[in-house]
């Protein structure tokens, strides 16, 4: 088998194979021989049909599989005496089978090579930050205004209470849509706006 890899990219490769003639027809008569052992043609009893008969039925439907097969299992043995790793399935361009032999163009993308170099005479800039009690206190109480626990009381609400509350909006005393809703809960001096729950 005879290998020649091109290089048209930074990691895209164009390899053309040539597999002997030998190669392809020994893979014709294998498969031809274990389809005379199988196949039911009239006048024939099974297993009994001559090689040649089923060369004339089967015979290029036979060599366009052989063909195939032959394109795929020669194909990795090439990346593999070239030393190549393919990065995706390759695009398989036939050339020709001029004098039995097949002739076929590979062209696929292998994977980038990464060396790895030490660690030796790198500088790293660790970054450092300073905290202080002032910054912690501030974050605490940022997590506990995000994060607020609500027990029920029987008094009057104050402000940052939450209440739930039931309301019906209107224009010129004309509901709206969306203006009406139910169980909204609404924090006391937020100054947001209420959560409208709309009528199903």
Same mark, same amino acid.
């Given at each position: 088998m005879q290998v020649s890899v091109e290089?048209?990219?930074?990691?895209?490769?164009?390899m053309e194979v040539q597999v002997p003639a030998e190669r392809i027809e020994?893979? *014709?008569?294998?498969?031809?021989?274990? *389809?005379?052992?199988?196949?039911?043609l009239k006048g024939f009893r099974p297993g009994k049909v001559p090689v040649n008969v089923v060369r004339q039925q089967f015979g290029q439907q036979v060599r366009q599989e052989v063909l195939g097969d032959v394109m795929q299992s020669s194909f990795a043995e090439a990346v593999v005496?070239?030393?190549l790793t393919p990065a995706g399935g390759p695009r398989i361009e036939p050339i020709s089978t001029e004098?039995?032999?097949?002739?076929?163009?590979?062209?696929?993308e292998i994977f980038p090579q990464i060396q790895l170099k030490g660690i030796d005479g790198m500088e790293i800039e660790r970054p450092a930050a300073d905290?202080?009690?002032a910054d912690v206190d501030?974050? *605490? *109480?940022?997590l506990q205004e995000q994060?607020?626990?609500?027990?029920g009381v029987d008094r009057e609400a104050v402000e940052t209470d939450r209440v739930t509350v039931d309301f019906d909006g209107s224009i010129d005393g004309q509901p709206f849509e969306g203006g009406k809703g139910a169980d909204v809960p609404v924090v006391l001096?937020?100054?947001?706006m209420l959560g409208i729950s709309r009528p199903a």
């Open positions: 290089t048209t990219g930074t990691l895209e490769r164009r020994k893979a *014709i008569n294998e498969r031809l021989k274990s *389809i005379s052992r199988t196949v039911r005496q070239q030393q004098g039995g032999d097949l002739k076929y163009r590979a062209v696929f905290v202080s009690d501030a974050m *605490i *109480i940022n994060r607020p626990s609500y027990v001096g937020a100054g947001r």
